[in-house]
């Protein structure tokens, strides 16, 4: 495994053969961080996570080929450029299945530009100011980020703790950490650039 600062162990890109199976509801793609299983539903992306799901062992039984079909084929070409170390020009349509709170705040963190991050106390401000109200809990903006389906397209793990710490991320710190050194972030203080 890599330390911070150095080299990623695997190139970040996802391979033209990256493609392990397809599957009638999705796709497992591999990616320099591991398999990342994707789901669609009526044309647009509902779930993207590291690892695979108890479900996933279905999409090995390979049927159609999804790769062309979207959102798969813009969802691979995004990620090869996101793990490229570039900043993504390709749309992925989305759909979010979520509360009408976890809908605002996954929409609230596709704001966070490449390359920045946020802290969830600053979060939680641009929240509850769009819900009218000046605080809530911090506790529901922390669950709202953690049960984001569409990991690094909607990107939680730009949430960082008020300290500067990674804080938490359901995929694991090593992920977190990873995702942001592919776009930038360097050194043992999260918030200092390279």
Known sequence: MSQIGEKPEVEPEV???????????????????????????????????????????????????LREEQPFKSLWLWLREYFAGKEPTIEVKMSFKGTDFQKLVWRELLKIPFGKVTSYGELSKVVF????????????????????????LVPCHRVLAASGQLGGYASGLVNKKALLEIEGWRGENILKRK
């Open 15 to 65: 391979k033209p053969g990256g493609l392990v199976s397809t599957g009638p509801k999705g796709l497992i793609l591999e990616t320099p961080l591991g398999p990342m299983e994707a789901r669609a539903e009526a044309g647009a992306l509902v779930y993207l996570g590291f690892g695979l799901s108890a479900g996933a062992w279905g999409l090995r039984q390979s049927q159609a080929d």
């Open 129 to 152: 100011k769009a819900l009218g109200r000046a605080t809530g809990s911090g506790r529901a903006i922390g669950q709202a980020v953690g049960r984001n389906p569409l990991a690094i």
